[in-house]
């Protein structure tokens, strides 16, 4: 079957570092997407990989291990504007066709 | 500016009425998608559409209908066989069917009173 876990909610204060994991599992596992939503918005594209390793974009930056079927976004020098959902999505061609599957979303609220 | 708008916004709906969702693109992207979303489950797909004048069942397609006539546009419609039809609706576009990023509309909150 296909599944991806995520923690429901997470804390962190202002200036901190976060990390945010996500694991899956898929047949046909071909990259894997994180997204940023903030409440009653629509979720805005924050970072792919499809290798294994590190991709940094900034203060985020998100990692992948493909054996593991395992990721994480890693936020740095954390805002207040960072708080918001935190969607882990993985792309799956079963079926013939790449399709999006989503995670429940990670729910991050930082504090002063 | 290029970008996907879906409106309205917000839209109350009797129950046993049908509902139209827009959803309009000009990023000249072939493929369109319409997800669902309900408080603690993740984004499910509805209806796809890789081209022009065809569409696809997602995983949770009935009660709803599409139509791709333009390829700019997919509207949604909310049918009254639809049992649970009050969530938030996103519409999304991507160059290609499968590509990499799948870009997002603004969603429709629907109620059903």
């Known amino acids: 079957g296909q599944n991806i876990d995520q923690p429901t909610e997470m804390t962190a204060t202002e200036g901190a570092i976060v990390q945010i994991n996500c694991t899956y599992q898929?047949?046909?596992?071909?990259?894997l997407f994180w997204y940023q939503q903030h409440a009653g918005e629509a979720p805005t594209f924050l970072s792919y990989n499809v290798l294994d390793g590190l991709e940094e974009k900034g203060r985020f930056s998100s990692f992948l291990s493909r054996s593991k079927g395992y990721s994480y976004l890693l936020l740095k020098e954390l805002q207040m504007k960072d708080s918001a959902s935190y969607l882990c999505?993985?792309?799956?061609?079963?079926?013939?066709?790449?399709?999006?599957?989503f995670g429940a979303g990670t729910r991050l609220a930082v504090h002063p | 500016d290029g970008g996907i708008t879906q409106s309205p916004k917000y839209l109350f709906r009797k129950e046993g009425q049908n509902v139209t969702l827009s959803c309009e693109q000009n990023l000249n992207h072939d493929a369109m998608y319409w997800y669902r979303q309900d408080p603690g489950q993740g984004l499910r797909l509805i209806y796809y559409s890789q081209i022009v004048n065809d569409f696809q069942k997602g995983d949770i397609a009935e009660g709803y209908s599409v139509s791709r006539e333009k390829k700019e546009s997919f509207p949604l419609t909310v049918t009254s066989a639809q049992k649970n039809p009050t969530a938030f609706y996103l519409c999304?576009?991507?160059?290609?069917?499968?590509?990499?990023?799948?870009?997002f509309g603004p969603g429709t909150r629907l109620t059903v009173l």
């Open positions: 898929t047949s046909g596992f071909n990259g």
């Open positions: 999304a576009s991507s160059m290609q069917a499968g590509a990499n990023t799948q870009y």
């Open positions: 999505a993985v792309r799956d061609r079963g079926g013939g066709y790449n399709k999006l599957i």
